[in-house]
């Protein structure tokens, strides 16, 4: 468990958590509310939407959480209601790896086998930091074992600590080194040529894409020397299939994100790690796994019992609904999030009217905070469904008290890995005050605006029983432990591995190819339901269908790069006003270069104002020697403007509210580096 | 039996995760410490760096200075090992505050009396086998267990990796061992 997860008590009790449905009394953002009952508020948004939807049309409505189990519900809802326009955090954050992967795997999720690697390259995917716990360990096991770790990442993270070797490459500059990469494997040899032949299409395009990124052309771009890079790669190529290039998390360090995320998937493909010790892998869904083994293994649980609704006709205001577009690979239920805002201040395509939002922070986690603060105060109606009255929120019409995680029961949820499993949220505690769970909030509002046949089932419990409804040994079981997993981890291609799932499941013997591997996991959804080395979609859309450089150019000559990250202590925006996690870290110090702290005359704790061609910052510098001179870092997520977050009101600066609104090409993500001066106040 | 501890520094990434275990197994009020995490650094040649991670808590003496101090005998170590304070007997005096040479007590400002780490003596280690921080830790690198019992993995541990102790010159024989970095120096 981690901080955070040891933290939840101490949200549980806050006192300054919503119990009771607010309404706002004076002007947005002024923190003027009063309680009202659920009664009153689901009354107030029915009457709304009505308004909006019979004015405007359905479509004018957006809505938006964070992704997880609660979006299932506010997604149905919106559906429902007849709008195209729903939303994740994606573009704020993960979209560019899935975008990149499902363009070469035509899967956006597929998994790393980081305990079992032997040569990692990590560009900045802090495990250590924005921790993911079974990320953590895993690598934690790797290096135990003696893996090589690789940090290339412009500040000294708590990774590149553990890491046999910190480069600090510099921002923007992995792009091109991956490109040098990827030339190196090809036109070296160096990659997997059975694996290539056998589960790949568009080599001879992607190698005739790559051939002038010669690592002596791309050398100048990111401070690594040509040698060194070819070094790196045939070292990665020695330990191949048990080496990886890690695809990283919360990214977005450019504009050319799309082609940085995608030579990554490349590169793993041409090492032929898929389906390998150390490498990369699919997961095992119960249905997949079922069919290999030839008997039933593990149950098949519905993942919604929700009727899948139509998607509305109408068109979505980001364009990722067109066809083989250049968007057209961003997930349908994430779609960018950041042109919402300005879609509400131009009225372009189309207007936005209405917003409504579970558990999502834009001022905080979306570029440019001070054109979403406006757009919000433009809205006809705004909903928030949030545990505080948070920085958003603040500027909501009603704000809806959501239960906390240990006070709600979720549905059963997937959890596939090597082999298939289930895990289930369950409450530790009756919740406080007038709190309810998402899947009640939506069922109750829906009952309302005659939306029912969407929404049937009658408590979450009777949800997971209509999920589980052919195995309730296995339903009972998974309450029971709150997890589950079925059958013995494969890895399709691993020797090891297949032998021992071929004598549990001796039927499984009749699904081997002739190479003895289980080609039947590697058939991608890709349209040649083969590994995409080039992408023909993306060619005819925009020209990117092999790789390409651009200079994703970040600064100008007389600036810093400002980059940015995750701290082990706080889940992004929303936990700094949490008591003891406040105490742990409550201000987000800027780092800077010792010397040129030393050149600038700024001591530790000396103010600087950081301003970037959108806006400024006030922040206190920490000068360290753990990070490139042309660069500053923060952890981001801090620099609150809610009042009601006393503890965390102000402190630190927020990074969102120096970048710019970018949508970067393809991946659609907001860029999270900039360029930015700094004065001494 | 004798408990002991072992903190890899190795493993360690000041995640931090152990001081909120034990501010909420132990409810320790609010800006006070049993135990914490301190990151130190980075030190080194640019770009050969390291990062310490420190951790502050009782050290579990064998030779313990704030047991001899302690006139009433308040503060004891009970037949594991375990350096514990009995509350009832405590008259407050700190000497025990003043004799620690690891910082480990702080006085309780509700009850005046001095606390520290037990190993959750009380609480979890009664009933899971082991101190909250050693659970929850993401990565192993905490290691609770018996320095009387040979099968007790805190003993192969030993064995295998090399350990240090903090301040040894002071002849405290903390039973907190700790594994220290590879990478650089080791700086207590
Ligand atoms: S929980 Fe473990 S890794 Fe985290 S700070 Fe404590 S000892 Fe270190
Ligand atoms: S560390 Fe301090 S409190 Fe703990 S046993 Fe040693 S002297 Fe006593």
Known sequence: ?????????????????????????????????????????????????????????????????????????????????????????????????????????????????????????????????????????????????????????????????????????????????????????????????????????????????????????????????????????????????????????????????????????????????IETKGGLYFPKSPALYNKLAGEHVAPEFKGSILPKLEIPQEPRIDLIDIKDGEFSKISKTRGIYSKVFKAILEEKPYAIKGLFITRSNPVMTVNDSNEVVEALKKLDLFISVDVYVSDTSQYADIILPESTYLERDEQFLAKNG??????????????????????????????????????????????????????????????????????????????????????????????????????????????????ELFDEALEKACGRGGLTYNNPKLKNEDEFYFIQGKVAVHTNGHTMNIPWLNTLMSDNAVWINQKVADKLKLKKGDKIKITSKVGSQIASVLPTIGIREDTLFAYFGFGHTSKKQDIAYNKGMSASHLLENTISPVAGNNVHTIGVKIEKV | MKYAMIHDMEKCIGCQGCTIACRSENAIPDGYFRLKVKMDGPHGEFPNLNFNYVRHSCEMCEHTPCVTVCPTHASFMDENGIVDINANLCVGCLYCVVACPYNARYVNPKTNVPDKCNFCKHTHLKQYGEPACVAVCPTDALIFGDLDDPLSPIFSYLANKPFVTNKPHLGTKPKLFVVPNKKGGIKL
């Open chain 1, 418 to 531: 090597k082999n298939p499993g289930y895990e289930v949220r369950q409450k530790a505690v009756e919740p406080i005050g007038n709190t309810k769970p998402s899947w009640q909030i939506y069922l109750e509002l829906a009952k309302k605006m005659g939306y029912e046949s969407a929404f049937p089932y009658t408590d979450i419990e009777d949800f997971r029983i209509k999920q589980g409804y052919n195995y309730p040994n296995e339903m009972f079981k998974l309450k029971e432990k709150g997890m589950s997993s079925y059958g013995i981890p494969l890895l399709a291609r691993d020797k090891e591995s297949i032998k021992k799932f071929v004598e549990k499941y001796p039927n499984s013997k009749a699904n081997l190819d002739s190479d003895r591997e289980f080609s039947e996991v590697l058939k991608c959804k890709t349209k040649s339901g083969k590994i």
């Open chain 1, 1 to 273: 468990m981690c901080a955070r997860g040891g933290s939840g008590v101490n949200q549980l009790f806050d006192p300054n958590r919503l119990v009771n449905p607010i309404m706002r009394t004076g002007e947005k953002g002024d923190g003027k509310w009063k309680e009202i009952s659920w009664e009153e508020a689901y009354n107030y948004i029915v009457q709304k939407l009505s308004v909006i939807k019979e004015k405007y049309g359905a479509k004018s409505v957006a809505f938006a959480s964070k992704s997880g189990p609660e979006q299932t519900f506010l997604n149905q809802f919106a559906y429902a209601y007849g709008s195209p326009n729903i939303f994740d955090h994606g573009n704020t954050c993960p979209s560019g790896y899935s975008v990149a992967l499902t363009s070469v795997f035509g899967n956006g999720s597929i998994s790393r086998d980081f305990s079992n690697c032997k040569f990692m390259l990590n560009f900045g995917h802090n495990v250590y930091e924005g921790m993911v716990i079974s990320y953590a360990r895993g690598v934690t096991q790797a290096l135990e074992k003696g893996a090589k770790l690789i940090s290339l990442d412009p500040r000294f993270s708590v990774l590149s600590s553990k890491a046999s070797e910190w480069i600090p490459i510099r921002p923007g500059g992995d792009t091109a080194f991956m490109m040098a990469m990827v030339h190196t494997l090809i036109f070296e040899e160096l990659y997997d040529k059975k694996f290539v032949e056998k589960y790949t299409i568009g080599f001879e395009k992607l190698k005739e894409s790559v051939k002038n990124y010669t690592p002596e052309a791309m050398a100048k771009e990111y401070d690594i020397s040509a040698e060194r890079i070819r070094e790196l790669t045939r070292e990665c190529a020695k330990y191949a299939p048990h080496s990886m290039v890690d695809f990283g998390h919360r990214a977005t360090f450019s504009p050319e994100e799309i082609e940085f995320r995608r030579a990554i998937a490349i590169a793993n493909a041409l090492l032929g790690n």
